[in-house]
T-cell receptor, first 113, second 113 residues
Framework: AQKVTQAQTEISVVEKEDVTLDCVYE???????LFWYKQPPSGELVFLIR??????QNEISGRYSWNFQKSTSSFNFTITASQVVDSAVYFC??????????FGAGTTVTVRA | EAQVTQNPRYLITVTGKKLTVTCSQN?????MSWYRQDPGLGLRQIYY???????DKGDVPEGYKVSRKEKRNFPLILESPSPNQTSLYFC????????????FGPGTRLTVT
């Protein structure tokens, strides 16, 4: 059963618009880790951020920010002032202590110039 | 350079012809895993290995085999490939486990006719 849901299949924006990617997860554990990975058109998978379940402090890193809310089981990701280079598929992933990593289906972001 | 390598990068084969996709990492990582990526399904874990000689099934292990005889290598074996195994395959490694950042190989595009 899929444990990570990325409801948005595709998002298309014009450069400089903000983009928020939704991620909802399901777990029974109290200790777990959440991740975001990026897959640009070249195909490689690039790590963006990791959060553990005890760290609900939201973070901003340059144009990227993350909003982790345990109460709603969500781990959303925002790109501020998007650029064409942000065009990629973004994956949310969950590790819940069963030695396996569950990925969402991914959200394709297209940023138009 | 720290990296995960996969070979071949592209492979077209016929149904039933055994094949092996190699994966090697030079980071002395203990944890290694294989994923397949299919449109609309994200990445799904095939097999993982916690350390040498320790392997276990992921979410979609049917039709695949793996071995971990050395720490650095984790080959994926398709004994009798079928068209439904046409996919993009990624090998990944991490320091100790799935809660650590995963480093992905460049991917192998497999087509089974």
């Amino acid at each position: 059963a899929q444990k990570v849901t990325q409801a948005q299949t595709e998002i298309s924006v014009v450069e400089k618009e903000d983009v928020t990617l939704d991620c909802v997860y399901e777990t029974r554990d109290t200790t777990y880790y959440l991740f975001w990975y990026k897959q640009p058109p070249s195909g490689e998978l690039v790590f963006l951020i990791r959060r553990n379940s005890f760290d609900e402090q939201n973070e901003i890193s340059g144009r990227y920010s993350w909003n982790f809310q345990k109460s709603t089981s969500s781990f959303n990701f925002t790109i501020t002032a998007s650029q064409v280079v942000d065009s990629a598929v973004y994956f949310c992933a969950l590790d819940n202590n069963d030695y396996k990593l569950s990925f969402g289906a991914g959200t394709t972001v297209t940023v138009r110039a | 350079e720290a990296q995960v390598t996969q070979n071949p990068r592209y492979l077209i084969t016929v149904t039933g012809k055994k094949l092996t996709v190699t994966c090697s990492q030079n980071m002395n990582h203990e944890y290694m895993s294989w994923y397949r990526q299919d449109p609309g399904l994200g990445l799904r874990q095939i097999y993982y290995s916690m350390n040498v000689e320790v392997t276990d099934k992921g979410d979609v292990p049917e039709g695949y085999k793996v071995s971990r005889k050395e720490k650095r290598n984790f080959p994926l074996i398709l004994e009798s490939p079928s068209p439904n195994q046409t996919s993009l395959y990624f090998c990944a490694s991490s320091l100790r486990g799935v809660h650590d950042v995963q480093y992905f190989g460049p991917g192998t595009r497999l087509t089974v006719t």
